[in-house]
Each structure stands twice: as structure tokens, then as C-alpha cells.
């Protein structure tokens, strides 16, 4: 049987052009042909959510938060079936597929309470001051409206969370803007189930047609044709640094250039200061093993390098690190392409002049699937590191580079030189924090979230997290992928000049109905 | 004698490439000779203004407000030498040099408030909850913090508002960021004397040297070199589409590409709508008439185009207008290459077909420095406008299209065609305006403001004006460059996870010392 595009509520067409889904623990294709959406396809989705840009601009915010907790609830009831076949398509555990899907309903009912809140519109109110001189003062009202039609391209690694119903879309659909995903060609069923519930919940609730397409296809035909087509005003990505600029060069180029969201690289440092104890080294061990196999290492925050001190404690550490890396027994990674980039990093790490190998499971031992990968421990000076701008890479997957320093001044050598990131976490005592002053203010223009103590895995689902941070964590350090903050990507200021109270939107009239927040100046 | 740029507190070097500034009035050089700032100028101004980011992105509000509103006193207190030398440099007449001096000062004033109410950085706070299954919730806490250093490039129409200590300026110094200036070549004394007021302020409040440098040059050489600086990360731009297009595609191209905040092209519609009645024809042809003519046509909000309903109240309306911008003497423009542009504009649409001329000055007739340009108000119908995309060509300058169109479909088909604008203005019966809802709901995704029977000239500074607007207009619709809106540009959300709260900002720290409004989760 061949499956095909989801355009609006009806099918894409059958073309000649198809692909299977692989399961990653086997290696065998399974039955389900997809076909690649066609040219028509493309064109047809683009109509659609352009003929509903005005209607969906005009939802109250009650109305999206309506479909936005129906659809969770959808989701939420069908986690049975979204467990079977995306354990299939991407080897990750029953209980991971189950924590994502809440996690996916979870941020659509956030945006559901934003919406219901009404606040997020940021309304500025400026009243008429008819008497003012030199010049009488008019009536200036601003809030946010949506950006128009988004394109968002599904993550291999967060399969719900991060793709198709997942908070690209979901901040899309919040801020008011029709939606075309493009699917990630390792999980297209994953992507049709959760699709089919998409549409099931639009006509039910009643929205426009036009707010949601599915796409299947490569990102050098389907996703380049979505990005370049003039009625695409935003597009959000999670994936590679490769994937993420040729996106945002594209969108760029464009007679009408767009914004590109990309979250696509970053190697999540971790600085472990000078003062801890052995004790305290030897639970970090612990900590960072967690945090560094957790999800099979296929995290954005996955922590990819470590600074230690060059002493006793330091040796502990890692130590203590290497060998319990080395016990972890390989998994299945997402799929192929994944497999053989992380078996590639790390073939290219091993050459580097000054690294040491800790730890390494054989690479060639190809598991059932071929995509089985186990852990890597690496392990160099700072001044090979400090040399060598290719032990930045990131290495997708359970891969760990220590670096062992010998004062402060290296990691103020290191944060000045280091490109942008998600995340960057200190470990160290509370009392000397002051000391390490000039390294904390450093790495703030370094990163997007700054942690003391804790691991960077487990990005909280809020109003405080800020999932971005500078190039090439990003290609906008403006912004924020994850939490409430993430509305703000497809969402432009509007304002209105001198227009009758009943003319103006809800949310900008005299008796605010909504008793949002305002600015009033 | 010779003058150089400024580079943090000291001068640049005198070079071999120099220029002056002409009087538009009379098309003779000035006296005073400036250098264009060499490499090392660029090179040292980026040094400085690296060094000077952490001290910048410490410094509270307080500190930072002190310091703007000094300036602000400086500009007021040296207004008359800014008339002698601005009038000469751009034949502006004196009242406005005052008036603009004032809205600069002003500018710097509002950001100053808004600096001390704190509230801006929108802070955001979900407290820890050890507790909570299955995972403990971790503390975290996020707040807006400054982009790096900013390059500004000055406009040839503001040489005060948008130039040296303009709205770019200002916003970017209240977000905590260094700023390095490029001088517009029309007006380099006037940018001196600011920028020599700024080094005073700077120096008098304490603030760190490299948070100024002030650069005289061509954008193509000492632009490029600004924009594509590794230290620079994000621009601020307010002049030619082609101008801004250029910064925006370096800027996107750069390794680690940064936003481009362009304020280009806008032709700000005028919608007639067709309930008008004749007495109502006269007064909006007597304020259109004082709108176009503002600051001799040269406002980026300058209404270009005007669309008129095919009726006998129309005709007055038409015939009023073109009869009032007869009479207007012709006024120095700001500068040669800006009176050129405006010649070959009106000869570019004087040649479309359809077109007819219901009032063009003599263009041949040079004035004393050649500067001078006249009026001109073009008439066409809706079928010819809807025909040809190059009447939709922004001419700077005191010229008006008008276009008659035949119902309200004619208005849809513009509106859906029509490309970003900054302003979109309607004009009519406010019992009617419901039936003209579409075209509302269709203006408001072309354009950053939208009116009602008021013209777009005047541009208020407040919390809730909006000057920006969807490509061309900007190059990011979502920002706005005027109001205190314009600090989102130069700030990023930084994200803070399980500090302790005294090494949080003080915007995050339990106590709350400012008293800032904050989202708590």
C-alpha cells in the first residue's frame, strides 16, 4: 500500500517517487510505501494555507486553544498506536515514546493556556491627547499578529516533540499562522498518525483547511521548493548545521528573504571549576554518564565536551567517566545517516594530533540493524585543544571530549574563543562563584541557557527556558525553540492609528474583555 | 583642516582619501575636509568595542539612563551650533533642525525612563519544585540580554533622529550593547559634533571607552568592512532598498551570519474609500497636500501612492490635490544623488503607459545647487496600476501617484498584490468600515501601522508606535525601529538554571530590587 501527502483535509497525489521507513534495530524496511509529495503537492499546500492566512489570523485566542487541547487530548488517547510504530521506525523504548508524546500534548496545552491568557500579545496602548502641543498627540494601539505561513521540518530526534505536532507548529498555530511540515523521512508513519489526528482535530473544531499540510519528500526538492515559495513567511528546523544553513541560505536569497529558526549545533560545555573535591568529581561522573547516553546521546543538549581540572580530582573524574562509558553497551541509533556521521566524527576526533582515546566501542561491530553505536570517551591537553578548531565539531551521539586544564586563564582562552551554544554548565562551589565571575559573564554571550550544577538534558517545558543561543547553536540568537518564548518567533508588532474602539482587535479596546496585560503609556 | 573619525576616545588616522560635505542650496563645497577612516580605524573601533561589551552588559539601568539623558542635555544645550552647521550641510531649515534636535534628545530621554523601570528585559521565573514526579522541576530564570556590538549606518533624512545619537543608536546603548557609527557623506560635520558630545557623555559618566566609535566612508568599502567584522552582530540600517539589500545579503552570507535591521522602501498607501463625500475631498486633498510636502517629501512615511474612487467627489478630490501641488515652489533636496534619483524616478514613471501628469515642476531647472526638485502628482487608472509592478517603485521625494479604481474589488486585487509598506492609511465614514473589513484584514499583513482618516507622516515616538513592516519596508518584519519597541532588536534571552540568587541578575533575584513587572510561572 503506498501512503501520501496530507494536503489540508484531502490526500497528495501517488507519484513514482516513494520511500519505506527503516527499522533501525533490524536494518529491514518496513511495508508502508510513502510516496514523495509532487510539485502539485507543494503548490496545493501553499494555496491552502495562504486562502487561510486571514481566518486563521482572525481565531480568537479561546477558539485556537480549543483545537490546541482537543488535538493533546487526541494525541494523548492514541499513545497505544504511536507507541507501535515508532518504536519500529526509530528503536527508541516504549517509555521514551510515551514521555514524548506527553511532552507533546503537554506543549500544546501550555500554548492552550497562553492563548487562554491572552498576555502573550504584548498590547501597548498610547491614548490620543487631542490638547498636546506643539502637535495634538493621536490615539497609537500595538499588539502582535502572526507572520503568515510557516514551514517546519520535522527533527529525527524528537520524533513528536520537535516534528510534527511538536512546538515548532504548535507556537506556529498559537501565534495565528497556518502550518506546512515537511516529515523526517526515518519516521513518516509516526508522522502520518500524529497528521491524521491534526486534520481529524481542525474539522473538528471547525478551523480552516489550509492550517495544516503534511509534506513527504527531500529536503533538496520538497523542502527547498516549500522554502523558496513566496507564500512561506517563516520556517522553523531542527537538524544538522549542514541542513539548518542551507535553509537559512535559501530564505535569505529569496526575492522576499524570510526568517529561518534553525536549531542545529552545539557541543553543550561543560566547565568543571577548580575547587571541587573527589567526592564531588566522582558524583559528576555519575551525572554526566546519565545525561551523556540519555536518549542515546541524540540530544541537542547532549554534553559533548568537558573541562577538568589537571590534578588528583581531576584524574578521578575521568577516570571514574571512562570507565563506566566504556560498560554502556551500544543502542540503535535514530538511523542510518546517523549512525554513519557519528561513526565519521569520530573517526575524524581519533586522528587529531593530542587525543587520547579512553574509551570506544568497535564501530565496525554493525549490531543487528547497522545502526547500532556505542559509547566514546576522548580525551586531550588545552593546548592541543586550544590549537585545534576541529575538536569543536559536534559529534552527534554518546561521544565525550575531556579537557583537562591547568588554571582559569585557559577557560577564559577557551569561552573567547568558543561559537555560539545552547547550553553552558558550571560545576563548582556556590562560595567561589565570584571568582569565576569574568568566566560566567564570557559564556552568557556564548550561550542560551547557563546552568550551575545541573546537566543540560531535560529541557524544562516553560515560561523561563530559552532553547537558542548564538550561531551555530542558532541561526537566531533572538530566539527560543522551546517554552511559551517560542510564539514570539512567528509573530510580527502591529499598529493601529486612529481606529474607531469597536474596529481595533479584542485585546486593544478600551474595556479589555480579555483583562489582559497592557502596556499603557 | 582635516577631520578624522572618532575611535573610542581618541581619533582616527588622517588618510590619503578624503572628502566634504556640499551646501544643497547653493552646490558648493564646505571647508572642512574629512578623512575616510582607514583599516586600522575598523579594526580598532571593533577592538574597542569587543572590549567594552562585558563592561556594557554590566551596567545597570541606572547607570545606563544617567548617561543617555546627559547626552540628551548636551544635544539640547548645543542646538544652535547643530542649526548652523546641519542647515548648511542639508538645507534643512532652521525650525527643523530644532525640532529634530528635540526628538533626538527625547529619544534618548525615553530610553532613558524605560531603563529605570527595568521592566523591558521581560523576565521570567519558574521556581524549582524538588519535589514533583516523576523529575524534580529545576529553578530557572530568564531575562533579555544585550546582542554584542552594533553597527549603525546613519540616514541622509534624519541626520539627527537616525543618524549618530539616533533611535538605532539610542536602542542598541539602553539594550547594553557598544555602538560603532558609520557617518552618512552628506552630513559629516553634523555627525562630528554629536558624536564628539557623545565621547563627553561617555567619558563624564564613566562609561568604557569602546561603547563609540564614530566612522566616516563609503559603505562599500567601510561598511562592508564594519558588517562583515567577526566582532559586529547585528546591524541597524535606515535608507535605499538597494542600500539595506546590500547589508542584509553580507550580513546573511558572513560564517556566523547577523540580523540586519534595514529600514528601505515604503510607497505607505492611501485608501479613499468610496462613501466619501465632497467637503471630505477637500480636506483630505488639503492634508495630503501638507502630508507629501513634509520636510520636502523626503519622511520614509511620505505617502506615495493614493488610490481614489471613479466618481465625481473623487475627481474634486484629484483636481483639488494636483492644483495644491502645482503651487509648491520647488526646495533643496538633501543632497545631489537624492535629487537625481528623484529625476530619473518621476522620468521612469512619467514613460509607463497610462500615466498622465496633473503636476510636474520644470526637473531641467536646477536651482542654485542643483538640488532643488519641484512637486509632481501622476494619475493612472486601476487597470494600468494593477498592470505594471514599476508604478509600485518608491520616488523619494514630494511626488504623489494617484490611482482611480472602480469598486472595492479593485482594492482587494491592490492590497493582495501589494509589497511590505511601513503605513497603510483608510479613509471614510467609520459607520462604514465594517464593510470594508477585508481589505483591513488584508492591509494589516502589508504593513508595520495601519490609520484611519490620519496621514502616516508624523511618526510618534512611544511605547506603542510601530515603524517597520514586512519586506521591502524591512528587512525584519518583526522589529520595529522607532518607539521603545526598537530595544527588542539588540537583545536575546539568556536563560539561568539553578544559580544561586546572588549571581543572578538583579532582574531575577528573589527580592526584586528594581520593582520590574516579571512572568512567574
Known amino acids: 500500500m503506498t501512503e501520501t501527502s496530507l494536503i489540508g483535509f484531502s490526500r497528495g497525489e501517488q507519484t513514482s517517487s516513494t520511500f519505506r521507513a527503516v527499522d533501525p534495530k533490524t536494518g529491514s524496511e518496513l511495508g508502508t510505501e510513502y510516496s514523495h509529495s509532487s510539485e502539485g503537492d507543494v503548490q496545493r499546500s501553499c494555496e491552502l494555507a495562504q486562502l487561510s492566512c486571514l481566518p486563521m489570523a482572525s481565531l480568537s485566542g479561546q477558539k485556537k486553544a480549543e483545537f490546541l487541547r482537543l488535538l493533546a487530548d487526541r494525541l494523548d488517547g492514541a499513545v497505544d498506536s504511536i507507541v507501535e510504530i515508532m518504536t519500529v521506525e526509530t528503536g527508541l523504548p516504549e517509555a521514551r515514546v510515551r514521555g514524548e508524546t506527553g511532552r507533546t500534548s503537554g506543549q500544546l496545552r501550555m500554548f492552550a493556556d497562553l492563548l487562554v491568557d491572552g498576555s502573550w500579545v504584548d498590547a501597548r496602548i498610547d491614548r490620543a491627547d487631542p490638547g498636546r502641543l506643539p502637535l495634538p498627540k493621536p490615539d497609537l494601539r500595538a499588539m502582535l499578529r502572526p507572520i503568515g505561513p510557516v514551514a517546519v521540518f520535522c527533527a529525527s530526534n524528537f520524533p513528536l516533540a520537535f516534528s510534527v505536532a511538536g512546538g515548532d507548529t504548535a507556537s506556529a498555530w498559537a501565534a495565528g499562522c497556518p502550518v506546512i511540515v515537511k516529515a523526517h523521512h526515518a519516521h513518516p508513519g509516526t508522522a502520518l498518525l500524529v497528521g491524521k489526528l491534526i486534520v481529524q482535530s481542525l474539522e473538528e473544531s471547525g478551523l480552516p483547511e489550509g492550517a495544516f499540510s503534511l509534506l513527504f519528500g527531500e529536503g533538496r526538492i520538497v523542502g527547498q521548493a516549500l522554502v523558496t515559495h513566496s507564500v512561506i513567511k517563516a520556517v522553523g528546523f531542527t537538524g544538522s548545521r549542514s541542513g539548518g544553513r542551507a535553509l537559512f541560505d535559501l530564505a535569505s536569497q529569496r526575492k522576499e528573504p524570510i526568517p529561518v529558526f534553525a536549531e542545529m549545533s552545539s557541543i553543550n560545555p561543560i566547565f568543571l571549576l577548580p575547587e571541587l573535591n573527589m567526592d564531588e568529581m566522582e558524583n559528576i561522573a555519575d551525572g554526566l554518564f546519565a545525561s551523556a547516553t ?52 569520530i573517526e575524524e576526533m581519533v586522528k587529531q594530533k593530542g587525543v587520547e582515546v579512553l574509551a570506544l566501542s568497535d564501530l565496525s561491530e554493525e549490531g543487528n540493524g547497522g545502526c547500532d553505536a556505542g559509547t566514546c570517551v576522548l580525551n586531550t591537553s588545552i593546548e592541543c585543544f586550544l590549537k585545534n578548531p576541529q575538536l569543536t565539531t559536534e559529534v552527534f551521539g554518546p561521544t565525550t571530549l575531556l579537557v583537562s586544564y591547568e588554571d ?43 546552568l550551575f550544577n545541573q546537566f543540560p538534558t531535560g529541557v524544562e517545558v516553560c515560561e523561563s527556558i530559552v532553547h537558542g543561543g548564538p550561531y551555530p547553536a542558532t541561526t537566531d540568537s533572538r530566539s527560543t525553540s522551546v517554552g511559551t518564548g517560542a510564539i514570539l518567533r512567528f509573530a510580527r508588532p502591529v499598529c493601529y492609528q486612529g481606529f474607531p474602539d469597536e474596529f481595533l482587535p479584542e485585546e486593544l479596546r478600551e474595556e479589555n474583555p480579555g483583562g489582559i496585560k497592557r502596556k499603557e503609556g
Open 408 to 450: 582559569k586563564e585557559d577557560l577564559l582562552r577557551v569561552a573567547r574563543e568558543m561559537e555560539g551554544q545552547l547550553t553552558a554548565s558550571f560545576f563548582g562551589h556556590k562560595e567561589m562563584l565570584s571568582s569565576h565571575e569574568n568566566l560566567l559573564d564570557l559564556m552568557e554571550t556564548r550561550a542560551g541557557r547557563l
Open 294 to 345: 540519555l536518549g542515546g546521546g541524540q540530544f541537542c543538549t547532549n554534553p559533548g565536551i568537558v573541562f577538568y581540572p589537571n590534578n588528583g580530582d581531576g584524574e578521578i573524574f575521568r577516570d571514574s567517566y571512562a570507565e563506566k562509558m566504556k560498560d554502556y553497551p551500544p543502542v540503535a541509533m535514530l538511523h542510518q545517516g546517523i549512525r554513519e556521521s557519528y561513526a565519521k566524527g
